[in-house]
């Protein structure tokens, strides 16, 4: 395969107080081998050494384990390719001359900090409500000495798999954290560990979940599909069922 | 956690959702009742005439399932409208570009549009009841028995185009509202399991046809052949 130019429709949004717009771009000589995020480090060059502003986005492990990589691009979070986060997004997916749009996750709990990069640490304090367990759960000897059914063991590693990245609530029609919420609440409710706190964990939670400001889920099923982990929103309605459990005392 | 004075169960984004699911399935059993109870038109003039006759002499039990009903039509719509307005301002800054990421979401135009084939829902309901359980009264007698002649009233509303395919419409948005609201009320209470879910979402696709199919065939079958 070679090289590809491509046209690219960037969200440019100076902080969070200004507003924004979308502004055009080419970049050249863009490898298929390179991920999405790579080609627009390839972009990111090129402005500065013009001299211009970079383009905020946000990135870390680069490894989809994360969770930092964002961007809706052509309409859809982490991109079209399923089950895929952003930095695993390969450019061998796009054509040459094609134009990609890239929008920030837009929700108002997760505001823009600049151009692409937003504000989740909403899910910081919704984890800080309950998505732990507060013992001392020693050296991994001590984590054996607990027998553990596979079944349990491999939903609760289902639902531990979400990586917080927040595409659910970009991708859902109605700003909803449910997805992500439903998971953190779901991996503890298979073990025995997490059995003690359960009510206060699901109750305080969704209060918090609410408390930031993100939508009603109406079930429409689009984060799971967004989804770079694949969580089910089977989680969704466990979360449903621990939060039933919860308020029926 | 810190005590409220009130209960906040239900008015959380998930205790709202369940209150959404309790009525509308309710609101799905009678509407099945409501269809199948239609279809002694088919019958004939005085079976169907019997009928309504026999719910309408349940006196005080009919008052309890009408109260009952009005309650969950009242919070359904109530509380549709004000999730609705909530999630609007869940995203003040809209996507210049947003589309579906295909399977296994189940978006579709049923579950996007739940907000307003429900306004057209509830404003048909304040028309159909107007037109008949509160319309004009004719009587008649059948074996013996003075009774509510609502029989010529179904065939003189729908012996006009504009009532007919109003009616026929509006049934329609009736199954497209349940496409998406019978498996969403199951998922919404958390009564979802991967061995299910599947088999709930045909349900309530099948529910939603045969509902529309049931509800069109009276009128159209009195607007052509009566
Ligand atoms: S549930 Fe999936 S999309 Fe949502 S935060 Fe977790 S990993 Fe990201
Ligand atoms: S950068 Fe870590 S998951 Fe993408």
């Not at chain 1, 383009?55 to 930092?68: A, L, S």
């Not at chain 1, 979400?162 to 298979?190: D, E, H, M, R």
Request: proline content about 4%; aromatic content about 10%; charged content about 20%.
């Amino acid at each position: 395969m070679k090289n590809m130019t491509l046209k690219l429709l960037i969200w440019r949004q100076k902080d969070a107080n200004s507003p924004g717009e979308m502004v055009p771009y080419t970049v050249e000589n863009v490898s298929p081998h390179m991920s999405f995020l790579e080609m627009l480090d390839v972009l990111n060059e090129k402005i500065i050494k013009e001299g211009g502003d970079p383009i905020e986005f946000d990135n870390d492990c680069r490894e989809g384990i994360c969770g930092m990589c964002s961007l809706v691009i052509n309409g859809i979070p982490h991109g079209t390719q399923h089950r895929t986060a952003t930095c695993q997004l390969h450019m061998r997916h796009f054509k040459d001359g094609d134009t990609i749009t890239i929008e920030p996750f837009r929700a108002k709990p997760f505001p823009v900090i600049k151009d692409l990069a937003v504000d989740r640490s909403a899910f910081d304090r919704i984890i800080a409500k309950g998505g732990y367990i507060s013992v001392n759960t020693g050296s991994a000897p001590d984590a054996n000495s607990i027998p553990i059914s596979k079944e349990a063991a491999d939903l609760a590693m289902d639902a531990a798999e979400c990586i917080g990245c927040g595409a659910c609530v970009a991708a859902c029609p109605n700003a909803s954290a449910a997805l992500f919420v439903g998971a953190k609440i779901s991996q503890y409710t298979f073990l025995p560990q997490g059995k003690p706190e359960a009510k206060r964990r699901a109750l305080r939670m969704i209060e918090q979940m609410d408390a930031e400001g993100f939508g009603n889920c109406s079930n429409h099923g689009e984060c799971e599909a967004v989804c770079p982990k694949e969580i089910s929103i089977l989680n969704i309605a466990r979360m449903r069922r621990e939060f039933l459990k919860a308020a029926i005392r | 956690m810190a005590s409220k004075p009130y209960d906040t169960t239900f008015l959380t984004t998930v205790g709202k959702k369940i209150v959404m699911a309790i009525t509308g399935l309710f609101l799905v059993i009678f509407v099945v009742e409501h269809m199948l109870g239609n279809l002694f038109f088919l019958v004939g003039a005085d079976a169907y005439n019997e009928y309504s006759h026999k719910l309408l002499s349940l006196g005080p039990l009919l008052w309890a399932i009408e109260i009952v009903l009005l309650a969950a039509f009242v919070f359904h719509a109530f509380y549709g409208i004000s999730i609705t307005l909530y999630n609007k301002s869940a995203r003040p800054e809209k996507y210049k570009q947003l589309r579906s990421a295909g399977k296994p979401s189940r978006k579709t135009i049923s579950s996007t549009t739940m907000i307003y084939t429900g306004l057209i829902l509830l404003i048909f309901l304040v028309i159909h009841l107007k037109s008949f359980k509160y319309g004009t009264y004719y009587s008649t007698v059948v074996n013996g028995v003075e009774m509510r002649d609502l029989h010529r009233l179904m065939v003189e509303k729908f012996s006009t185009p504009l009532y007919t395919f109003g009616y026929v419409a509006v049934m329609i948005l009736l199954g497209f509202h349940l496409r998406h609201g019978f498996w969403s009320a199951f998922q919404s209470l958390g009564a979802n399991h991967p061995r299910y879910s599947a088999g709930i979402y045909t349900l309530g696709v099948f529910i939603a046809i045969i509902l529309a199919i049931g509800f069109v065939a009276v009128p159209l079958w009195i607007y052509f052949t009566q």
